[in-house]
């Protein structure tokens, strides 16, 4: 999964734009201990994420998002983007 892609995909977005300037930030993050264990739960289904968003599959991605948050690494990272949204 490319998550660079999607992640510069986030940043055109109006939400997005909030991040905009923190780029130094969010690779922290992404490298963090939660990071990479979000970014290995998602790449253990990589082939059927990418299918749902070429296709978009909304269901799906909710779902894949909704187990990651249920995570406490997961919880973790997103409390954290959420902080540099401010």
Known sequence: MDLGKTA????????GAKLS???????????????????????????GLQAALAD????????????VLKTEDGAKLA???QNLMK
């Open 56 to 67: 978009g599959d909304m269901d799906t991605l909710k779902k894949a998002l909704a187990d």
């Open 8 to 15: 510069a995909d986030l940043l055109n977005t109006p939400a």
């Open 21 to 47: 300037g923190k780029k130094e930030d969010i690779e922290k993050l992404m490298n963090s201990q939660e990071g990479q264990n979000v970014r290995n739960m998602l790449c253990r289904d990589e082939a």
């Open 79 to 81: 409390e954290q983007i």
